[in-house]
């Protein structure tokens, strides 16, 4: 869902930026409240997992492909405003360095993947989590429905930017019908990744998924030893 630059026009790309800019340096005070000096590497870690993924595309069918946007992952992984950092700080990379996504729309990425993506992700993930067993073994699925909402979600506000703002000749109906119909398919791929990404961080230290300590009670994110060693094996 990278906007390239050109597809909405000055003011919409403008408006845009200003809430981007308002979105992240609101995050930037939120940070402090989730990050400490253990978990704060998980941030760069998560980033770089992002970027990474959202370098390879699957397939969605007629010749479409989608890409992790990473929103709910990053939320759940280590905090919702840590989150709008991780993906963006990708978005901005990719569009300085790698022409992904246009330089004058950046502003309307981090709206759509950086904020969206990840409010809704989280949002999602908590209301889901609350209805779950408290155990570690609900902290994945309960991410993977936010991932599968958050990504036509995100899809819906492109739409009325592009309703407000756009530029290209294609009617707003059928742009909602197009990118809702496909984002949907694509949050399916979104909700296997991400379920699979937080699954394996939680199995190993769910007390350093954010979503994880919101949600569980202590005893819950306890690290269990993986067993006694025989002393067979041990010799």
């Known amino acids: 869902m990278h906007v390239p630059d050109g597809f909405l026009d000055a003011p919409t790309s403008v408006a845009t930026g200003v809430i981007a800019a308002g979105g992240i340096a609101l995050a930037l005070r939120g940070a402090r409240r989730e990050l400490d000096d253990r978990t704060a590497p998980m941030a760069g870690l998560v980033a770089t997992f992002v970027f990474a993924a959202q370098m390879v595309n699957f397939p969605v069918g007629a010749g ?3 890409h992790l946007m990473g929103g709910a992952l990053a939320a759940v992984l280590v905090g919702p405003w840590t989150g709008v950092l991780c993906v963006s700080v990708v978005l901005g990379v990719q569009a300085l360095l790698m022409a992904d996504g246009g ?18 992700g989280w949002l999602v993930f908590r209301g889901v989590a609350m209805v779950l067993p408290k155990r570690p073994a609900s902290i994945a ?37 197009a990118m809702v119909g496909w984002h949907t398919l694509i949050g399916i791929g979104e909700a296997v990744v ?5 699954g394996a961080v939680v199995a190993v230290r769910p007390d350093l998924v954010y979503g994880a300590r919101r949600v569980l009670p202590t005893r819950e994110l306890e690290i269990r030893p993986a067993g006694p060693v025989s002393r067979g094996a041990a010799a």
């Open 64 to 66: 479409t492909s989608g």
């Open 103 to 120: 330089i004058t729309a950046l502003g309307t990425n981090v709206v759509l993947l950086g904020i969206t993506g990840v409010v809704v």
């Open 141 to 177: 699925p309960a991410a993977a429905i936010g991932a599968l909402v958050s990504v036509p979600v995100a899809s819906l506000v492109f739409t009325a930017l592009f309703a407000i703002g756009g530029t290209v000749p294609v009617s707003v109906s059928a742009v909602a019908t």
């Open 194 to 198: 991400t379920g699979i990404a937080v």
